[in-house]
């Protein structure tokens, strides 16, 4: 008995020790080129490990799965190469949302974007092609992807 009621008060000691510290927020331990300005203190992390910032908001309902999205986007590694795009002001890619027809990252990161809006996300490897290599994009990259959502179709 005497020992019980030393271990719950070591515990409750304990459990008053830590109270106090709340845990830091998650870094992304990926170096990036400083001209793609990916600062963690501004995004916000997906329980995925997606990290995104809204550059702009949009207007309208937000995109739901099965819409047909049509975005103009860049994607680029931690290094700033550039590996995937639509290119220039005028061309878009149509797709549809929350089909599996991106990366697990595309769907997860744009998830709430609107008509207008322009988003960075932060795609892990594990949320983009993991230990696969796909074209020009090592296996194990992290991706950088800006994108914007020109117009959604129900």
């Given at each position: ?68 999205i ?10 700033g ?26 769907d ?14 932060v795609?892990?490897?594990?949320q ?12 194990h ?14």
């Amino acid at each position: 008995m005497r020992y019980t009621r030393g271990l719950r008060a070591l515990l409750l000691a304990a459990t008053a020790a830590c109270a106090g510290t709340a845990s830091p927020p998650p870094a992304l331990e990926t170096a990036f080129a400083p001209w793609l300005n990916i600062r963690p203190d501004s995004m916000t992390r997906r329980p995925s490990g997606v990290w995104v910032r809204d550059l702009e908001v949009g207007s309208g309902i937000p995109i739901t799965a099965g819409d047909q999205i049509e975005v103009r986007y860049s994607v680029y590694l931690s290094d700033g190469t550039e590996v995937d795009g639509t290119g220039g002001d005028q061309p878009s890619r149509l797709f549809r949302y929350g089909r599996g027809q991106l990366i697990a990252g595309w769907d997860d990161g744009m998830q709430g974007m609107r008509v207008g809006g322009r988003r960075t996300l932060v795609i892990p490897p594990a949320q983009g092609y993991g230990s696969r290599q796909r074209g020009n994009i090592p296996a194990h990259s992290t991706l950088i992807v800006t994108v914007q959502v020109l117009d959604v179709i129900k």
